[in-house]
């Protein structure tokens, strides 16, 4: 298996840290290393539990890099404090929820963190964005070319969750992958290797305005379709 670990983490309570494990979801599991590059933002309270949101980014070999959300519990880290420019390691995994938008479902992915450790420095960008999905294809694969020639191929995965939740994330493959990938059927199951990327676009919002978003997707290095 791609990355196998058991969650641990320290949660404060009444000035203590208290050590606690639970077993991680082996078929969506994210690693990555990054910049913090904003401060939190209050996302909602599950049972008196706050969850906040804050962007790290990601190196890639080719010194841009990806803006990743990261979706984080009250209880990991101290949110009142701001930890701009600083190095972490996140385990999690990568998650989806649909949001009302503008008269439409609106898919929101972002890094639920399970674990987090604050580094010294960053390592080899190859390992600084690492996930696997073991998942089914819940959409016909949309295989096209680019305009110079390149074989692209675009996937929804639904990574199933406990007590009958699934998470739908977008794929994209390249290449060998990108034919492979375009004869995959729905209901198909099937497994990814590949690292979170983000890409900017603009949205139009009327005959008038635009507003620019952000998509998120994984960018497959490997998968196999299973029997």
């Known amino acids: 298996m791609y990355m196998k670990y058991e969650k641990r983490y320290f949660v404060k309570k009444k000035g203590e840290q208290i050590f606690m494990t639970d077993k991680v979801l082996e078929n969506n599991q994210v690693s990555i290393v990054g910049e913090i590059a904003s401060e939190f933002t209050f996302s ?41 420019g600083k190095n972490v390691l996140v385990v999690g995994q990568f998650r989806s929820y649909n949001r009302h938008d503008e008269k439409k479902n609106r898919l929101v992915l972002s890094v639920f963190v399970r674990e987090v450790t604050f580094v010294a420095e960053e390592p080899d960008s190859v390992k600084a964005n690492q996930i696997f999905l073991d998942g089914y294809i819940c959409k016909p694969p949309v295989y096209r070319k680019t305009p110079l020639g390149r074989e692209i191929a675009d996937l929804l995965i639904a990574v199933n969750r406990p007590y009958g939740k699934s998470d739908y994330i977008p794929c994209i493959c390249w290449g060998r992958n990108a034919r492979f990938a375009s004869a995959f059927e729905v209901g198909g199951h099937v497994q990814v290797w590949g690292r979170i990327q983000s890409r900017e676009y603009m949205k139009k919002i009327n005959e008038f305005e635009s507003e620019n978003r952000v998509a998120y997707e994984i960018s497959v290095n490997k998968l196999e379709y299973i029997e």
């Open 44 to 84: 909602h309270e599950v049972f008196g539990e706050g969850f906040y949101v804050v962007d790290v980014l990601v190196k890639r070999l080719s010194e841009s890099a990806d803006r990743i959300p990261l979706m984080v519990s009250e209880r990991l880290i101290d949110v009142n404090e701001s930890f701009e």
